[in-house]
């Protein structure tokens, strides 16, 4: 499985974005996809994440209310939608792939594969 983030850019406080997640291979529908961002000098950290049906979803606490997860298998494409943005929302973020039974969604070690990051930069 390949992923390809997509969407970042520069905005101001309370503005929006929409990440993407491309996903090639004909398994990436069966996996479930989570989404974790890096600030520079921070750990990776968990913002959400989806099943591989779409049927269930997690959150972070820091995002929960303001940010939607969702995914289209037949365009084989996951989405974040990032609402009213704050400045510590700025980091790279990151969307992965988990395989089946890989362990809870909120762990970077339960994703064996990464898509390149795509720079979110909130400005206040």
């Known amino acids: 499985v390949q992923l390809q983030a997509s969407g970042g850019g520069s905005v101001q406080a309370g503005d929006s974005l929409r990440l993407s997640c491309a996903g090639s291979?004909?398994?990436?529908?069966?996996?479930?996809v989570g989404w974790f961002r890096q600030a520079p000098g921070k750990e990776r950290e968990f913002v959400a994440a989806?099943?591989?049906?779409?049927?269930?979803?997690y959150y972070s606490d820091s995002v929960k209310g303001r940010f939607t997860i969702s995914r289209d298998n037949a365009k084989n494409t996951a989405y974040l939608q990032m609402n009213s943005l704050k400045p510590e929302d700025t980091a790279a973020y990151y969307c992965?792939?988990?395989?089946?039974?890989?362990?809870?969604?909120?762990?970077?070690?339960?994703?064996?594969?990464w898509g390149q990051g795509t720079l979110v930069t909130v400005s206040s």
């Open positions: 992965a792939a988990r395989p089946p039974n890989r362990g809870t969604y909120h762990y970077t070690s339960s994703y064996g594969y």
């Open positions: 291979g004909r398994t990436f529908k069966s996996y479930a």
């Open positions: 989806i099943s591989w049906a779409g049927s269930t979803t």
